[in-house]
Nanobody, 124 residues
Framework: QVQLVESGGGLVQAGGSLRLSCAASGRTFTSYVMGWFRQAPGKEREFVAAISKGGGSRSYADSVKGRFTISKDNAKNTVYLQMNSLKPEDTAVYYC?????????????????WGQGTQVTVSS
């Protein structure tokens, strides 16, 4: 089992940047594919980005490709989401998640563990 705690959310103007962090504890961090999802009010939780267990593969939603970067530091058991050129439509609660299955899923139901979420608000 793994516990996940997100941090780094906040209020930023359009065009600005934020970096989210997700600290993991418990089972070995490298046992999991790590992902970021987000949920805006009244909308379904959607995939944002994922990184493979070793960190060599990354996947992004089309809506954030070229603006967001996912990375991980296995020594610190932490995964990051660097968000640049933020837009008002990026406003949502952002969740970190861990999948102990294989690489490649963007389906939230395949992820086994979740953090509590961190609010990101982008003003226009």
């Amino acid at each position: 089992q793994v516990q996940l705690v997100e941090s780094g959310g906040g209020l930023v103007q359009a065009g600005g940047s934020l970096r989210l962090s997700c600290a993991a504890s418990g089972r070995t961090f490298t046992s999991y594919v790590m992902g970021w999802f987000r949920q805006a009010p009244g909308k379904e939780r959607e995939f944002v980005a994922a990184i493979s267990k070793g960190g060599g593969s990354r996947s992004y939603a089309d809506s954030v490709k070229g603006r967001f970067t996912i990375s991980k530091d296995n020594a610190k058991n932490t995964v990051y989401l660097q968000m640049n050129s933020l837009k008002p439509e990026d406003t949502a609660v952002y969740y970190c998640a861990a999948d102990n299955g294989g690489w490649g899923s963007r389906n939230r139901y395949d992820y086994d563990y979740w953090g509590q979420g961190t609010q990101v608000t982008v003003s226009s």
